[in-house]
């Protein structure tokens, strides 16, 4: 059994885990105040780091800076590329009071942001500044979530080398707070009808206009979180598709395949459970669309023999 998959269950943490939702949704609204455009929306994600997530290099008049949610010593830095830094402690306390610090950080470091200071695609959707609803923090659930989210990065960086087409880095949507990568057909999608709760249907045309085979890990599903799948357009026949892995199964009210975190953890071998089934998702998507499969996959380790000898 894999040891190195840590036990967390959502009713244990949900309280941390909704407060912890809010803190990200406001470090990546800096990002987004701050990073030109990418498609999909890929310049307003935060990615797995060694000591918790961060938002990577953010650029700022002839500089960058950047926020990290470190895990092991339970804050969130701010640092930018002149040499400054600033701290926020990552403790129980109201959204409402992350935000003003987090932002005053900010203001310390003279990197001016305005951000849109509300929640997207959650119902309420509280103003930051009016949030003293979600104020629990139990330090040791984040740590236990971010080792999960470093064993699905892991996975699902191995699963993404298979496709040399268009895909996505593995990366922190913090909308839905889930983890997540994207490969692509390379066809153009019809256009997505929205309906995420407090976010523009502008925001789903720009995630979905080209056609699509999605997969993550969201900690919401199932006693554990559970890992996704799912396509868009949904081509016919794609959620008959046979998806052998123990505990998987078609969710007709989520439109995705889902595997609960718990089957993957006590599973023999996790990374085999889990690739498995990212490559059965995978296949129900391009199979039943059509996808030029030979164009789009390789074999990862089409280079190991010359990588591995002298430079």
Request: charged share 20%; proline share 7%; hydrophobic share 40%.
């Amino acid at each position: 059994m894999g040891t190195d998959w840590p036990a967390l269950r959502v009713e244990d943490w949900t309280a941390t885990r909704d407060t912890l939702h809010m803190w990200t949704q406001i470090v990546g609204k800096i990002r987004l105040a701050h990073a030109p455009l990418v498609n999909h929306w890929w310049q307003v994600t935060l990615y797995v780091s060694p000591r918790g997530l961060t938002t990577s290099a953010i650029p700022h008049r002839s500089g960058v800076f950047d926020l990290e949610f470190d895990f092991l010593e339970h804050r969130l830095v701010v640092r930018d590329s002149g040499g400054g830094a600033r701290a926020v402690a990552l403790t129980a306390r109201p959204v409402a009071e992350f935000y003003a610090e987090t932002m005053g950080a900010l203001a310390d470091l003279d990197i001016d942001t305005t951000i849109t200071p509300r929640p997207n695609e959650v119902e309420p959707a509280i103003p930051f500044a009016a949030d003293y609803e979600h104020r629990a923090y139990d330090p040791d659930a984040a740590w236990l979530f971010w080792r999960q989210l470093i064993q699905a990065d892991r996975v699902l960086g191995e699963f993404r080398s298979r496709f040399v087409g268009k895909v996505s880095p593995v990366h922190f949507f913090w909308g839905a707070m889930d983890l997540a990568c994207t490969r692509f057909s390379g066809r153009t999608a019809p256009t997505h009808p929205g309906g995420a709760p407090n976010c523009g249907d502008w925001v789903m045309v720009e995630g979905y206009s080209r056609e699509l085979s999605s997969c993550g890990f969201w900690p919401g599903g199932g006693a554990e979180g559970a890992f996704y799948a799912y396509a868009y357009p949904e081509p016919a026949g794609f959620a008959e598709h046979p998806v052998g892995q123990d505990g998987a199964y078609y969710s007709q009210e989520n439109g995705q395949f889902l595997l609960p975190y718990e089957a993957v953890r006590t599973a023999r071998d996790p990374d085999a459970t889990l690739l498995a089934f990212l490559q059965t998702t995978y296949e129900a998507a391009a199979e039943h669309g059509g996808w030029d499969r030979g164009a789009l996959e390789d074999d990862p380790g089409r280079w190991d023999t010359h990588r591995s000898g002298p430079a």
